[in-house]
């Protein structure tokens, strides 16, 4: 296919990094976003490039953590009980993940796509303009608990069989390594390969500015259904027009379920929603990205300020937010860095798009030649959103990518 005209839905990190890629193939394309874009998701993560996080979320023994799930909604992976029996379809797969041939294959996938990952970002920095944006300073994951240490020896385990680069530390060490700590820690674990952004929503917005400023269209609009023709999807339709398309890629992160089952494909897709709380005066600022392997969060030195952003509540797109899961985060926050200054601070809410099995979908419809899908990366979106872009104008150009897409096949399920 050469020089169509595509349409993206979504203008998250996936969806601009998409069109700007099949830009760049000469395609004429029409990125639609309800929001203004980087407004979903990609607004409040915590603009970390996991290069390490080969793991899925669903790791073997998962399904006996799961009544401890259910019982506390205060703790970092919670299910709200309402939202159980929608969410029990998704669970059984996510527990079927949790097989450890599974997981060594997962682990084997995600880590092929991630090596890909920063050099895409480094190429997206320059494309802007913004080298600087990217901070390529390794992140450091923290541990007070010797019990919690000791069970995380699992995840450095797989890591090192993936070929992850990391080193360990003592208590001594981190003091001197990272100082803006409270010297509370035991252990830690430097990953040289990771990287951040020191500013994931501005990133979206001036890879979006990039892509209208080369002649691409952004419409503001939201996408209700399709046109179809004889080959497949002729027309997008919104609520305002009908808007005439070649192709179509699918990039609208937790809401990509309906649209993609208009389409012909039914996934298991569904939300993990995930909470920040941001502090534009923290006054305290680590050298780098922080993990805590006590509570599973990490904290983030953003240009808009320290950024703690984290947990999982499995509770679907329709909910409030529980803004307690937040003070939870910032609690957790002072323990680590001592008082902070709170003025100006901002909570919120975002919904993972997430696969049970933690692998994304970068996929062509196999019911429709001219429709794609990039969706689903769940903890890794803004880490594999542009080498995600990258592989959709691939597969839209029919260019073998390098990389074996399989994992990632819409109908893997
Ligand atoms: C607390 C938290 C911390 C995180 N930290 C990290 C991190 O450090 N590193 C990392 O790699 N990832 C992280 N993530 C994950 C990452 O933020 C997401 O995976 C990523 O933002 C998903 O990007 P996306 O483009 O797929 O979706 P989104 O950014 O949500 O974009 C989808 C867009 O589609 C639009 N849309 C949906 N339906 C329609 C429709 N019908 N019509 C028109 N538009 C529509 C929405 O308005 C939205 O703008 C974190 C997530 C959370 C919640």
């Avoid at 830690?188 to 691409?216: H, I, K, M, Q, T």
Wanted: proline share 6%; aromatic share 8%.
């Amino acid at each position: 296919m050469s020089e169509q005209h595509i349409a993206v839905i979504g203008a998250g990190i996936v969806g601009v990094s998409a069109a700007l890629h099949l830009q760049r193939d000469g395609h004429r394309v029409t990125l639609i976003d309800e929001r203004n874009p980087g407004e979903g998701t990609s607004k409040g993560n915590a603009a970390v490039l996991a290069i390490d996080s080969c793991a899925p979320v669903a790791t073997p023994g998962v399904l006996w953590d799961v009544p401890r799930y259910l019982m506390n909604p205060m703790g970092p992976l919670a299910i709200r009980w309402s939202y159980l029996p929608k969410i029990a379809p998704w669970l059984l797969r996510f527990i079927a993940a949790s097989r450890p041939e599974r997981v060594e294959e997962i682990s084997i996938a995600l880590r092929a796509i991630l090596l890909r990952a920063t050099d895409v970002h480094r190429d997206l920095a320059r494309a802007i303009g913004e080298t600087a944006i990217l901070k390529e300073t390794g992140w450091l994951g923290v541990f007070e608990s010797d019990k919690k240490f000791e069970s995380y020896q699992w995840d450095l385990d797989l890591q090192k069989r993936r070929g992850v680069e990391y080193r360990v530390m003592a208590q001594e060490e981190i003091r001197q390594f990272e100082p803006a700590l409270q010297p509370i820690f035991r252990h830690a674990v430097y990953y040289p390969e990771n990287s951040y952004v020191l500013d994931n929503f501005r990133l979206v917005r001036e890879v979006a500015a990039l892509f209208a400023a080369n002649g691409g269209t952004i419409l503001k609009q939201r996408v209700t259904g399709f046109d179809f023709g004889a080959k497949g999807p002729s027309a997008v339709k919104t609520e305002a027009q009908s808007i005439p398309i070649d192709g179509v890629v699918v990039a609208a992160g937790a809401w990509s379920k309906k649209l993609t089952a208009m389409l012909g494909h039914k996934v298991p897709l569904d939300t993990e929603r995930g909470y920040h709380v941001t502090l534009p005066n923290a006054q305290k600022m680590p050298r780098m990205p922080l993990y805590s392997g006590d509570h599973s969060f990490a904290v983030t030195p953003l240009e808009v300020g320290l950024r703690f952003a984290g947990t999982v509540e499995l509770g679907g797109l329709e909910a409030a937010p529980n803004y307690a899961r937040a003070e939870i985060l910032m609690q957790h926050g002072r323990r680590m860095f001592g008082e902070l200054d709170q003025s100006g601070r901002s909570d919120w809410m975002g919904f993972r798009p997430s696969m049970p099995d933690s692998l994304p979908v970068i996929s062509q419809g196999r019911r429709y030649s001219n429709t794609w899908f990039a969706y689903g990366h769940g903890h890794l979106g803004l880490t594999l959103g542009p080498v995600t872009g990258k592989l959709i104008a691939d597969l839209v150009a029919g260019r073998d990518a390098g990389l074996d897409l399989k994992p990632f096949a819409i109908d893997r399920f």
